[in-house]
């Protein structure tokens, strides 16, 4: 009798990639029932995975100063509360400048999960590897850094023309071609065409001076663009095919990829690789705006502040958290960038690992209230709104179009974030990048090329 795929059901197996294979073997051999039930005892999952009764305990270094602050802090608390009865966690911490996002249940924005054996792509969610760095361009005018970084940058959505694009570093793209969750069209595509974009929302280029020493320096803050967005997308495919098998009560949101599995040892060298793609976005940008100026650099570093770190069999998800312990940074160059909103300094930290901090420092100033939010309280024409401001700053978007969701306005009481810091021990303030002026993308899809054809047709 030849065996099905309805009698594998029946003796109590879930469909599987193995179903075909497993077929195959058993009426190629004419296996007994005997020998069948013994040659399927390999593909038995294990027990599924409860949610914990109980929230895993995590360390909250934020308290509210006001009533909205208070709205925000009980959300988040709430929905770490959810989050972190998921099996895999074992530790977490919110930070000052955390904010919700998503449903009840979702890592908020200045959240940092440990999970063990565990890689949860929906913790450092679409934008892998967001970061920043600074170089230090000497006593170069801020203006004519400023000038020369908007002649080479490029925001907004997509990536370059070829007239325009980078050249592409052969050994990185040797290393995509090896990655199995890379090595795809669509991929390496967006690969090539963003190096040297920025994207949009609260992605910058900032340009200031030290107050330590004069200095004039850049800044610029983004993830990786489609390349890591399209990691996202098909690591979470995996991770729901995981968690429909092995904890199908556990949030999608919150799905995970075994580390112990092929597919766990290919996601987490795939974020490696993005990593490195994300790194060398900046750099580009960096080195191009030197080149204009014909200078050399007196100093450069950076750090990731939306990853997933390493240790041992630990993996610390941080969704808008700086990383100060240098175990998490291989390749650390120097102090870490924390900045707070276009009108206040970027912070130069450094800090020590505490049982509070689990070796995190905040990510900038974060939010109380959404986008909508914002604008809705705001009073006043957009140019008047942005006036106000941004006095004595040279504040520029790219699309040409104000987005006052970006302004100071929009984001938390910088003070407070600072003050905040200090209290809980989440990094040690040795300078500061004064404000000069920045680059935001803007409000690009007000004049998007798809929307001016439309008004042309119309």
Known sequence: MKITGKELIGWGHKPGKWFPEALEYINKNELSESEILEYLEQFKSGP??????????????????????????????????????????V?????????????????????????KNAIHPGMHSADICCSVMLTDFGKAKPKDVLDAAHSVTHFGSGGRDRNTQFRF??????????????????????????????????HFLFV???????????????????????????????????????????????AWIPFETEEGKNYWEALQIIRKWTKKNHEVLHDATLEKLGLI??????????FVFRDGDLFYHAKG????????????????????????????????TTENNLGFAPHGAGRNVSRTQHRKSKKGTIQ????????????RFFSEEIDITELPSAYKNAKTVRNQMKEYGLGNVIDEVLPYGCIM?????????????KRRNK
């Open 48 to 89: 599924e995975m409860p949610l914990l009764d109980n929230p895993m305990d995590f360390k909250i270094n934020i308290k509210a100063e006001n009533e909205l602050e208070e709205i925000n802090v009980n959300s988040v608390v709430t929905s770490m509360e959810v989050l972190m009865k998921t099996p895999t966690i």
């Open 208 to 254: 200031g001076r030290s107050k330590k020493t004069g200095n004039t320096m850049m800044v610029t803050h983004h993830g990786s663009r489609g390349f890591g967005a399209n990691l996202y997308k098909r690591g979470m495919h995996i991770a729901e095919q995981f968690r429909k098998k092995l904890s199908p009560k556990t949030l999608k949101q919150n």
């Open 384 to 395: 008047e709104i942005f006036d106000e401001e941004t006095k004595g700053l040279d504040i």
């Open 321 to 352: 958290a700086t990383p100060l312990n240098p175990k998490f940074m291989p390749d650390i160059t120097g102090p870490r960038l924390i900045p707070l909103n276009m009108a206040e300094p970027v912070l130069i930290v450094e800090g020590n």
């Open 441 to 453: 993308a803007g409000d690009w899809q007000k004049n998007a090329p798809w929307k001016k054809r």
């Open 297 to 306: 650099r007196e100093n450069r570093f950076w750090n990731e502040h939306n």
């Open 91 to 115: 530790n977490g911490a919110i930070m000052p400048d955390a904010c919700p996002t998503g449903p009840s249940g979702t890592i908020p924005v200045g959240g940092i999960v440990v999970a």
């Open 169 to 202: 570093p052969m050994d990185l793209l040797a290393e995509i071609e090896a990655n199995p969750f890379l090595n795809n069209q669509k991929s390496i595509s967006a690969a090539r065409s963003h190096l040297g974009t920025q994207g949009d929302g609260n």
